[in-house]
């Protein structure tokens, strides 16, 4: 019964998202972004598809029919982008590997919604929209990772139903665990703890900027951001995840020194009492939960003494050690998408990155993702969030796929074509003709120029 209403949720939301993209596309981008991170997945056989999965090839199709301008069809950063996934197919189609379809697929998905919200005329304002939607969308995610830890069956049975797949089978996993002993730790809507991490790391960071913001936040919004921080806080917690404890002591730092638009000493003190909050609430739960407290001081410890990525990098059996014999055979090509049978690259971004890709591929990865960044930096606009993006997958690609996690990956490659759209320039329009009106056209002016 419970499979049933997943699918019929996934189908209906993703109608809607269709429709909506159809009669605006800002708003029907905006409400892919919100299904893809908290829609239930399907259940078509062996398959269950996500709603990015079945939304991405009928939105861009719609997105190629509504195109009234086409003078710059793509940008030279996406077209870096491509040329990434490109490199990596060709090497893998001539090594003697299995080719990994399911991998280069996923690369052609991400670039797919990069270009999808490039092409759309985005406000200035739109940006800090998403955003504040991201944020908030951490109360009903911060619901279902507190009941998932706590045992509340109904939210188990939707867990298991609506986000747990054949190939991510950790919930599963640690239900069977927790009748040894063992605790459960929240996936959220994410099907992995890293991601569940990662999202209320980052939504945490968005949050202490935008209650810094130079008095672009009324009264109600700042309520409702305070009771998000709240669930960040607690979500983030319940997933006992490195990338959260790491994430946000890097993330919270990281903002006070790369961000711009901001009121600094408002900014500073806001970091230390989250920073404040967070180091309490992990202090009163060791000291409340026995369960909880073993994962949470291992993750603390291994932190503190440096040991919490030698299963990545630096022990024999780490992925790093892994891959390298496949890196130093093939350190301009890389070994392209395929299957490895020895090792997974899942756990870093990087290795993934150099291993597949190779020196040359890496620099058509890494360079668009820097290069934005720089941009986004310079910009004396709405550009600080991709710098807290790119801070954020930065830094938890050490531990985590990061731009590739699933639905949150989305969030950034949209975040990528939204900036490409509004700061660098992309002079085609994706509003039809019927909707250019004058305000439309003065609203256009809103949009600011680069430095």
């Not at 639905?407 to 490659?413: A, H, K, L, T, V």
Request: aromatic share 12%.
């Amino acid at each position: 019964m419970i499979n049933l209403i997943c699918d019929l949720l996934l189908i209906v939301s993703a109608g809607v998202v269709c429709a909506l993209f159809v009669w605006r596309p800002r708003v029907g981008a905006l409400a892919y972004l919100v299904v893809v991170l908290v829609a239930p997945q399907g259940h078509m056989g062996a398959w269950t598809p996500r709603a990015d999965q079945l939304l991405i090839i009928p939105m861009v199709a719609i997105g190629l029919f509504r195109l009234t301008r086409k003078e710059r069809f793509i940008s030279g950063w996406l077209l870096l982008f491509i040329g990434w996934v490109g490199w990596t197919g060709i090497v893998a189609l001539f090594s003697e590997a299995k080719t990994d379809w399911l991998g280069l697929g996923g690369g052609l998905r991400a670039i797919g919604v990069a270009w999808l919200f490039s092409q759309i005329n985005w406000f200035k304002n739109d940006f800090r929209r998403s955003q504040l939607l991201f944020l908030l969308l951490a109360i009903p995610i911060g619901l279902l990772s507190m009941g998932q830890v706590l045992g509340i069956s109904f939210v188990r049975s939707i867990t298991e139903a609506a986000y747990t797949t054949w190939t991510s089978t950790v919930f599963s996993d640690q239900l069977i665990l927790e009748a040894a002993g063992a605790p459960v730790r929240a996936i959220g809507p994410f099907g992995n703890t890293a991601p569940c991490g990662t999202y209320f790391a980052l939504a945490l960071t968005i949050g202490v900027y935008l209650l810094a913001q130079r008095g672009l936040i009324g009264s109600a919004r700042k309520l409702g951001i305070l009771v998000a921080l709240l669930f960040c806080v607690l979500g983030g917690v319940a997933s006992q995840s490195g990338s959260f404890l790491a994430g946000t002591f890097v993330m919270l730092i990281g903002c006070v020194f790369v961000t711009r638009q901001v009121r600094r000493p408002r900014l500073v003190g806001l970091v230390f009492c989250f920073l404040a909050l967070f180091t309490m609430t992990i202090v009163f739960v060791l000291d409340r939960s026995e369960l909880l407290a073993g994962n949470l001081t291992y993750q603390v410890e291994g932190f503190l003494n440096g040991t919490r990525l030698d299963n990545r990098y630096a022990s024999d059996q780490s992925i790093a050690v892994a891959a390298w014999k496949d890196i130093s055979a093939h350190p301009i090509a890389g070994v392209g998408a395929v299957k490895k049978a020895d090792y997974s690259v899942k756990d870093s971004l990087y290795v993934d990155v150099v291993d597949e890709s190779g020196f040359f591929g890496s620099l058509l990865f890494f360079i668009p993702v820097i290069g934005i960044a720089w941009k986004a930096w310079r910009f004396n606009g709405e550009g600080d969030f991709v710098t807290l993006w790119a801070l954020a997958m930065l830094s938890t690609g050490i531990a985590s796929e990061a731009m590739f996690l699933p639905r949150i990956g989305d969030w950034w490659w949209a975040v990528q074509g939204m900036f490409i759209s509004i700061e660098i320039g992309s002079s085609h329009s994706f509003v039809p003709t019927i909707y250019r009106s004058p305000e439309i056209t003065s609203k256009a002016s809103l949009v600011p120029a680069l430095d």
